[in-house]
């Protein structure tokens, strides 16, 4: 038996939901803590989540055109400092190297916490003419923030990533790159993670450095708060006139371009825990799952039983199905326990009753509803149970955001459901940052985004009572 | 045009070949220099080879039972000292993060020169009974070491890396695992980069800091200079007892584990480059070309070309082919050139007459043959002459590390050959530290490695002339 026995209990997720993610975030051996503070390690069963996430969005982003590159990890003090709304977002949270081998530096660098100036300097280099671009360019790597507080996947001083950085001949062209590349966001999100959207655009108050406007996908988490899925930013040419980027536009006149850039993070992972998790653990989206099915042999000392398993392994292989066999010494029970912490949507068990009768049993994560499988009919069941689970889990986290969002008229209504009930506020707002202000001092709630998807609530703003013609939604963020 | 004409001739290899390798690297668009001292940007061309390496390898990795991982990118000062060899050998060229945000740090951190230190400290945490043994581990990531003299790909302060890291219940396992990695960087050098290698172990002066064994696999470049291809080390138990990493073994006693590590750079891009290219650029294996056909349509103006280039492109991707076509107004001349420089395996030609006869042209980026091919036969011919480029490039490549190979038995033949014909030199070695030393300085080779397919050059040391019984493969190295 290891060290992390699966003996004692998680916290009840009603009784104390902070307590009960760190539980399963350790439990399911998902994230290990290092000695260097701040900083998380990301176990096997984490990091194959991640690469499921990685595969599914680096196939959108190739069908749409982008490239992968790699961009130095390091940005000299002086770079960072082109930009100027940029530098004042940023360097209040970067971390320094100020020597490298035994000297110190003649410039001190810091540890990219984005990479915007790192793409504009070199864009600077090789952008010449309109036959260059549109450049459409990504990267996966890891930034650095110097966070006080830090949590799992939700908040660390590092967290891996994927940057999309592009360049286009015209504002209309990059403002659509925006909106599309929030579109792959939610088409992640609403499709693979089983996690709804609400789509809409950052305020002021709220959006990226040096950003004109930030698009957002907000998710809703099992304890009613707000976490932001993935964010787009268009930056029209501001970064272009601070960096000196520029080419030949089609009638040969030197020209700046419009950029965008977007990303999402290991953040993502937070979101399926807290979406999908209950009081047995993890709770994975099929589609996602490193194991989406695990065969559990019962009585396996008996003939027969584990070759048995081993066909079932090598028919759902064969079929597409990410499946493993668990033929370790615990008992059914310790198992069962294991897998369902970890998640794994389906579990098959097959013994020697099941053979007799050409059957195995299947039993969902998700409802725990256990059901005989003709082993005839194996592979067809399974993909269908796989199915209907992945739409199970959607829809049980689309009534949690739908069940959760409320209108409100007034700041008191607001306060009264945010203490009451929790949840997505949805209240008109004049467009004044003193009104947000005001909001998140009186009620505690921060504006999420600005939705594409406006209702008609009313016409005066909530915090001021002025005329106000945009709806926000309101919430409590992660 | 681009900044980047392709107009300009590049220095010819045979005159320079640091300055040839210069020019290809910057007119096949795979690197641009950063305003980041020391710091390479790896364009989207270098990137998608680098990504096709990945695939092969990551593959194989998990094939083995390997899972990816992801560690922390700074290790604190104390834990990089806890092995005495190790930090003996990385600390004197690491960068080193003194501030977060506006602080002072309490203890310094290095940026990872590699993540040993930092797997064992999570073993420690982790492991418990030889029930989780072995663990498999795999970090795809970028490392930093302060290098004085940088080149692309070659020697770089960041570089992009896969480090295996692996721990196991008995030495034999460990060993075995040692040499199994070394066996898949082989398969990935002969069968996918259509680079033979020299499998050997390193001599103790040359091993790994604070492993037992380091195993190696050996490339010779076109100017017969050897290039380290990958590494796998074996360090028994001394980790695990510099950091305290132990298991209750089978009989229930307390043991230490035995420990692996192992990687492969993005140097093997500029092993690629310096091993295929020719006065014309790139010359990339198909296994591994982004890009292994391009189609260019001849007189494209004229009615249908476009059309029948389309549907070229088209009935070889569902064949499985990576293929492109180049639509841009530039000649067919400049195109030709442009993707020569590139290395793109072969071109496919179709023009007005060729669609008259029903055919299309096949060009050879190796060996510049050209070949009607009936359009009826398309994908059969192209897979067949892809798969002749990458037998071609191999046994080109082979040659010339065979006909580079030479046996000397004194110092005096060391010389001779190493200045007249450069290359690779089989030599007996007594083991002696000091005979290394003497080749060094008097010949100006390093000894490559021990390789594990001995020939009998005879039984005296060729530095001392005291009895040797092991031949050491010695070269002029990047």
Redesign the interface.
């Known amino acids: 038996?290891?060290?992390?026995k699966n003996v004692e209990q998680i916290t009840d997720m009603d009784v104390d939901f902070a307590q009960w993610y760190t539980d399963v975030v350790r439990k399911a051996k998902l994230i290990?803590?290092?000695?260097?503070k701040g900083?998380?390690?990301?176990?096997?069963y984490a990091?194959?989540l991640?690469?499921n996430i990685q595969a599914e969005l680096d196939r959108m982003f190739k069908e749409l055109g982008h490239?992968?590159?790699?961009?130095?990890?390091?940005?000299?003090e002086s770079?960072l400092q082109k930009e100027k709304d940029h530098v004042e977002g940023f360097a209040?949270?970067?971390?320094?190297?100020?020597?490298?081998?035994?000297e110190e530096l003649p410039e001190?660098?810091c540890?990219r916490p984005t990479s915007e100036t790192?793409f504009c300097?070199?864009w600077a280099?090789?952008l010449?003419?309109w036959?260059?671009l549109p450049m459409l360019?990504n990267q996966w790597?890891?930034v650095?923030r110097?966070e006080k507080t830090t949590r799992p996947f939700l908040r660390g001083?590092?967290f891996?990533w994927q940057e999309g950085h592009t360049l286009h001949e015209t504002a209309k062209e990059a403002e659509e790159e925006t909106i599309n590349m929030l579109n792959v966001y939610a088409t992640l999100y609403e499709d693979f993670l089983a996690m709804p959207v609400v789509k809409g655009v950052k305020t002021e108050k709220e959006k990226f450095a040096g950003a004109i406007a930030t698009y957002t996908v907000e998710n809703m988490m099992h304890d009613k708060k707000a976490l932001q899925g993935g964010t787009s930013h268009y930056f029209g040419d501001g970064f272009a006139r601070a960096f000196g980027i520029q080419f030949s536009d089609r009638e040969n006149k030197l020209t700046y371009p419009h950029q965008t850039s977007w990303g999402i993070t290991t953040r993502t992972i937070g979101g399926i825990i807290m979406t999908h998790g209950d009081n047995n653990g993890l709770n994975l989206p099929p589609r996602i799952a490193p194991v989406q099915v695990m065969v559990i042999p019962i009585a396996s000392h008996k003939p027969g039983v584990l070759e048995k398993a081993d066909e079932l392994v090598a028919k759902l292989k064969a079929a597409g199905i990410r499946v493993k066999c668990d033929k370790?010494?615990q008992s059914p029970g310790w198992k069962f326990a294991e897998h369902e912490m970890k998640g794994v949507p389906l579990r098959v068990e097959i013994g020697p009753k099941d053979i007799e009768n050409n059957q195995c049993v299947a039993a969902r994560r998700d409802s725990g509803e256990k059901r005989a499988i003709p082993l005839d009919e194996l592979e067809v069941q399974v993909k269908a149970l796989l199915e209907e689970i992945q739409v199970s889990l959607y829809n049980k986290a689309k009534k949690n955001l739908e069940q959760n969002t409320r209108p409100a008229k007034t700041l008191d209504e607001v306060k009264e459901i945010i203490t009451e009930q929790g949840g997505f506020i949805e209240a008109m707002w004049c467009g004044g940052e003193q009104c947000e202000q005001k909001m998140k001092e009186e009620a505690g709630v921060t504006s999420r985004c600005i939705p594409f998807e406006q209702k008609n609530i009313g016409d005066r703003c909530a915090a001021c009572g002025e005329k106000a013609e945009k709806m926000v939604v309101w919430g409590v963020a992660y």
């Open positions: 038996m290891g060290k992390e290990d803590y290092s000695g260097t900083f998380f390690i990301m176990r096997p990091y194959a991640w690469e490239e992968n590159v790699s961009m130095p990890l390091l940005i000299p770079l209040p949270e970067v971390a320094w190297v100020t020597h490298g081998g035994s001190r660098l540890i790192l300097e070199h280099n090789v010449s003419s036959r260059d360019y790597c890891s650095v110097w001083r590092e891996l370790s010494d």
